[in-house]
Antibody
């Protein structure tokens, strides 16, 4: 059973960096893309970006300059950093697995609030 | 960028009745490999989204057969043959054809039970 679990601070101050980690269990990280997707309150889903197990990454152009993603296959973890956050970055952040251009497994999601 | 447009944005359905959601993309989702990369997700309250349909019409493991998908090119439809109370939530279509791989979702369609 593939499981993903997000972890990280639930509160981040404006202009600071949001950092989240996703721990994967029940599956190897090789040969899959590992994604971050978010949902602001009252809004729809927004794809943030993904990374391959090799470290190759692609991110949403609207966020690209602020997004850094990394993977540590030895720990079965991948991470997201979003710099210079504002209130508009308040959202439930999901980590997920992409396989064959579909998202088949999702974490439970973690709410990150940007506020001073 | 590929823009996904869903209609309607909300619908209210009596249990046992059918439901249909449309999704239109701003460009064809037919890949050069011959496959069409359109998937459907259901986001139930308090849960992460779950995959229902992938590559237009393939049901994911465990998805009831009352859910079906069809379409081609830029126009796609998710159908529920007989809506049940557990089907409430927000339905999203997602494209994954852009290169380098980038995904985008429709605005979502909220399904409620009458």
């Amino acid at each position: 059973q593939v499981q993903l679990q997000e972890s990280g601070p639930g509160l981040v101050k404006p202009s600071e960096t949001l950092s989240l980690t996703c721990t994967v269990s029940g599956a190897s990280m090789t040969n899959y893309f590992w994604s971050w997707i978010r949902q602001p309150p009252g809004k729809g889903l927004e794809w943030i970006g993904y990374m391959f197990h090799s470290g190759t990454t692609t991110s949403n152009p609207s966020l690209k300059s602020r997004v850094t993603m990394s993977v540590d296959t030895s720990k079965s973890q991948f991470s997201l950093k979003l710099t210079s956050v504002t209130a508009a970055d308040t959202a439930v952040y999901y980590c997920a697995r992409e396989a064959g251009r579909l998202v088949d497994y999702w974490g439970q999601g973690t709410l990150v609030t940007v506020s001073s | 960028d590929v823009v996904m447009t869903q209609t309607p944005l909300s619908l209210s359905v009596t249990p046992g009745q059918p439901a249909s959601i449309s999704c239109r993309s701003s460009q064809s989702l037919l890949h050069s490999d011959g496959k069409t990369y359109l998937s459907w997700y259901l986001h139930k309250p308090g849960q992460p989204p779950q995959l229902l349909i992938y590559k237009v019409s393939n049901r994911f493991s465990g998805v009831p057969d009352r859910f079906s998908g069809d379409g081609s090119g830029t126009d796609f439809t998710l159908k529920i043959s007989r809506v049940e109370a557990e089907d409430v939530g927000v339905y999203y279509c997602m494209q994954s054809i852009e290169l380098p791989l980038m995904c985008s979702f429709g605005q979502g369609t909220k399904l409620e039970i009458k």
